[in-house]
Nanobody, 115 residues
């Protein structure tokens, strides 16, 4: 059973930057593609960004280039860098991985952007 954990969320003001981190309990983290998702109050969870095993990235077009996903395999970490944050970015952010047909989620980390 893999256990993911996200951390780094907090209250920020509009225009500030923030970096979220994601790791897991297993020893295969570096061999799995990781996705970042978010769920705003009253809305469905939406995909934000993803990074492949080799480091290729893709992003939701709605972000307008403000977010950057990266991974640091020596530390078993994946990051989501966010800049120019807006109140609309307020959400619980989750990282996710799929292994052997099972998708695992962390507990999420809250990001709140005040106007």
């Amino acid at each position: 059973q893999l256990q993911l954990a996200e951390f780094g969320g907090r209250l920020v003001q509009t225009g500030e930057s923030l970096r979220l981190s994601c790791t897991d309990s297993g020893n295969i983290f570096n061999y799995i593609a990781i996705g970042w998702y978010r769920q705003a109050p009253g809305k469905q969870r939406e995909w934000v960004a993803g990074i492949s095993i080799g480091g290729s990235t893709n992003y939701s077009e709605s972000l307008n280039g403000r977010f950057t996903v990266s991974r640091e395999n020596t530390k078993n970490m994946v990051y989501l860098g966010m800049k120019n944050l807006e109140p609309e970015d307020t959400a619980v952010y989750y990282c996710s991985e799929t292994w052997s047909g099972t998708t695992y989620w962390g507990q999420g980390t809250q990001v709140t952007v005040s106007s």
